[in-house]
């Protein structure tokens, strides 16, 4: 019995310890899958907040993983695209060319190659951008290729950046050849790193010619050479300016010419390597050059004062001299008002700040400024809107800066009034009783209307197949648009399925060309079931009355006057489903003219430019071709109303009263009035008693 005790006793310390043990597992277990989860959150956080976009694939491309940055580039969900071929994802269907590099390169990348090329695609708003690609191998435990991952960075701005710098050197370049001073570069061997037209031009050579060699293979004289050289390696190895009052130079032509020379200690951006950089002003004949410059200032005279437009140079940010347009841009009568006052009081003071600015970097660096938009005042008071880039130039003997202005003022307003113009027309389309959208040419929504907006959401930015409800639409959809991108004009009317509402419309898709390119496509989708429903309607009365007849025929006679009032009734309601197409027809044409024409017409009269016009043209072109059916079939009378006088004409012929028109119309009852007078008047019924409403109803018939 002891031993049987002792042997439970000893169970459960056994027992106890591995429950402890467990508890100690459990906890451990606990702490590492906190541990995972954490890290999985700062994955995730790193992953979906990069800027740059990322991917993880399948060592045969099929896409796992994609960050936020990534989807909603391409305005897509996790849903579309995961599990596809990379390649078939919204990213690269824009092109078969980049599809079938990225295969190439999903390839090489299992093999373990890094890949790296630039590419363009498409933003969910329809934008191209530049993207810096790469693929690269995730490598496993074991050495194998486990995953691959996808990183592209948006390069527009980098792109952007590498254009002004290639601009910023040509104008440098520029610059420094207009120089007439010597400027060169040198290394401690005496090889020209850089050097301007002036130089190249003593040797009479060319810069190209001349970078990279020695000045001993061009320069004649031997003595002369050495105390250059010996300047040179003194500037290098002490690191100090040095300024040479007098120097003899001796040209290619072998003229004796005396130089004056500044050398500083200088490195190449980007390099190292010590340098010296010199600046040399011939100074042979001090009369020739006093008479050279003033040659030289009368050429720039003559130059900017010929000038269409306004230039002035300003000297410690005072004008210094103004050419004629300059002048006439201030508002002033002569330069004398211009001349010696400070270009501050003719800028806006918002502007002040940064332009003095401006004029301190173009005169402590020397370094010109690039093209600012600013306000400047004329002297009368009049605020401008200005375009102005600026240089550094030498006038009279002294250091200033050369300002070339241009008059924005007139292309502000213009843009301006082009604003309000789209905001107008928008106003407009929004306004139209059926759906109106617009498609760019690659297959993206570009515009729609509140009605469109109601039915089907915002698809702005988004494909056919993003929105429509169904599989029969879409068909239905995608051959419409297909016809119009091929330059027909579609006329079509059908049925859709809403849910378990069968709806009928009647569609009209159009092109938008201009000189021979499909720039779009433009839509007007026409509810039209209550039309079909009467159709349907009167289809099922004229069965009826066809059996009725085929079953009577013997009792024609005796039921003469019972059939003659079935086809009484028939008659009505043909008439009305005339009537209801007429107004429908009606409905439409009157909402185009009253609502988008006039703003056609108010943007015709603005100032567009070609490229604004050409479109506006197509676009009045396309409403006259979708309006035509039902034109030709209304008087022509009618037509010659204005849109207000229509609206009233509508009015009264549904027996609206003159308080009633007033108030829905939101005008004066004498403003009704005089309405009623100039219909009567446009309708030939001056000093005819007739009945304005019977008048109006009878010209639809």
Same mark, same amino acid.
């Given at each position: 019995m002891q031993d049987e005790a002792k042997t439970k006793e000893q169970l459960i310390i056994e027992l106890r310890e591995r429950v402890a043990e467990l508890e100690k597992n459990q906890a451990e277990r606990k702490r590492t899958e906190e541990a995972l989860k954490e890290a999985e959150r700062k994955f995730r956080a790193i992953f979906d907040q990069t800027f740059q976009f990322m991917g993880l694939l399948t060592i045969d491309? #099929? +896409?796992?993983?994609?960050? #936020?940055?990534? +989807?909603?580039?391409?305005?897509?969900? &996790?849903?579309?695209?995961?599990?596809?071929?990379?390649?078939?994802?919204?990213?690269?269907?824009?092109?078969?060319?980049?599809?079938?590099?990225?295969?190439?390169?999903?390839?090489?990348?299992? %093999?373990? &190659? +890094?890949? #790296?090329?630039?590419?363009?695609?498409?933003?969910?708003? =329809?934008?191209? *951008?530049?993207?810096?690609?790469?693929?690269? %191998?995730?490598?496993?435990?074991?050495?194998?290729?486990?995953?691959?991952?996808?990183?592209?960075r948006d390069i527009d701005e980098r792109k952007r950046a590498e254009e002004a710098l290639?601009?910023? !050197?040509?104008?440098? #370049?520029?610059? $420094?050849?207009?120089?007439? *001073?010597? $400027?060169?570069?040198?290394?401690?061997?005496?090889? @020209?790193? +850089?050097?301007?037209? %002036?130089?190249a031009d003593a040797y009479n050579t060319s810069v190209s010619a001349l970078t990279g060699k020695c000045q001993a293979d061009f320069h004649p004289d031997e003595s002369e050479l050495q105390n250059m050289l010996q300047d040179d390696r003194e500037?290098?190895?002490?690191?100090?300016?040095?300024?040479?009052?007098?120097?003899?130079?001796?040209? %290619?032509? /072998?003229?004796?010419?005396?130089?004056?020379?500044?050398?500083?200690?200088?490195h190449i951006l980007g390099d190292k390597t010590p340098a010296a950089l010199g600046v040399a002003i011939d100074i042979t004949d001090k009369k020739r050059a006093e008479e050279v410059l003033r040659e030289s200032e009368e050429k720039f005279r003559t130059l900017v004062e010929s000038a269409p437009?306004?230039?002035?140079?300003?000297?410690?940010?005072?004008?210094?001299?103004?050419?004629?347009?300059?002048?006439?841009?201030? /508002?002033?009568?002569?330069? !004398?008002?211009?001349?010696?006052h400070d270009i501050v009081e003719r800028v806006y003071p918002d502007y002040r700040a940064r332009i003095l600015k401006r004029i301190r970097t173009i005169n402590n660096e020397g370094k010109p400024a690039l093209l600012m938009e600013q306000k400047h005042v004329k002297l009368d008071g009049t605020i401008i809107d200005v375009e102005a880039i600026s240089a550094p130039i030498r006038y009279r003997n002294s250091d200033g800066s050369l300002v070339f202005v241009r008059d924005v003022t007139e292309r502000k307003r213009m843009e301006e009034a082009l604003r309000e113009s789209k905001a107008y027309l928008a106003a407009a389309i929004d306004s139209m009783p059926c759906e109106f959208w617009v498609m760019g040419p690659n297959g993206f929504y570009t515009m729609q209307n509140?009605?469109?907006?109601?039915?089907?959401?915002?698809?702005? =930015?988004?494909?056919?197949?993003?929105?429509?409800?169904?599989?029969?639409?879409?068909?239905?959809?995608?051959? @419409?648009?297909?016809?119009?991108?091929s330059g027909e004009l579609v006329r079509e009317e059908a049925t859709y399925l809403f849910g378990d509402e069968e709806r009928h419309f009647y569609n009209v898709v159009a092109p938008i060309r201009d000189a021979g390119r499909t720039l779009g496509i433009v839509g007007v989708d026409v509810d039209i079931t209550a039309r079909k429903l009467l159709e349907a309607a009167l289809k099922k009365v004229n069965t009826k009355l066809e059996s009725q007849v085929e079953e009577r025929t013997k009792e024609l006679n005796a039921k003469t006057r019972s059939l003659e009032e079935f086809n009484a009734a028939l008659n009505v309601l043909l008439e009305k489903r005339e009537e209801d197409k007429r107004e429908l027809e009606e409905s439409i044409l009157l909402n185009v003219k009253s609502l988008i024409v006039p703003y056609v017409e108010k943007l015709k009269k603005s100032r567009l430019n070609n490229d604004q016009m050409t479109y506006l043209t197509i676009l009045e072109s396309h409403m006259r071709e979708i309006t035509s059916p039902f034109t030709k079939r209304l008087s022509e009378k009618y037509l010659g109303l204005s849109p207000l006088e229509v609206r009233t004409a509508s009015l009264l012929k549904e027996g609206k009263t003159t308080l009633e028109i007033a108030e829905l119309l939101c005008i004066s009852e004498n403003t009704v009035s005089s309405h009623r007078f100039h219909i009567r008047k446009k309708l030939g019924l001056s000093n005819k008693k007739v009945n304005l409403r019977s008048y109006l109803k009878s010209i639809d018939k």
């Open positions: 491309g #099929r +896409l796992i993983e994609a960050n #936020r940055t990534a +989807l909603q580039f391409a305005g897509v969900q &996790e849903s579309d695209v995961i599990g596809k071929p990379f390649w078939e994802t919204p990213w690269w269907t824009h092109s078969t060319e980049l599809q079938e590099m990225l295969r190439v390169a999903v390839k090489k990348a299992a %093999a373990g &190659e +890094l890949v #790296r090329f630039e590419t363009a695609h498409f933003s969910a708003d =329809g934008s191209l *951008h530049s993207m810096d690609f790469s693929l690269k %191998a995730i490598i496993d435990e074991t050495g194998g290729v486990a995953f691959l991952i996808a990183e592209a290639r601009e910023s !050197e040509a104008r440098l #370049r520029q610059i $420094i050849d207009l120089v007439p *001073h010597k $400027i060169f570069v040198k290394g401690l061997d005496g090889k @020209y790193l +850089l050097v301007n037209k %002036a130089v500037v290098i190895t002490k690191g100090e300016t040095k300024f040479i009052p007098e120097e003899p130079y001796t040209d %290619a032509q /072998g003229n004796l010419r005396f130089l004056q020379t500044t050398k500083v200690p200088f437009e306004p230039i002035f140079i300003l000297k410690e940010g005072r004008f210094a001299y103004v050419n004629d347009p300059a002048i006439r841009l201030y /508002g002033a009568s002569s330069e !004398e008002e211009l001349l010696g509140s009605i469109s907006r109601k039915r089907f959401g915002d698809i702005i =930015g988004k494909r056919p197949e993003d929105v429509c409800p169904n599989r029969n639409m879409l068909s239905v959809w995608l051959d @419409y648009n297909r016809r119009a991108f």
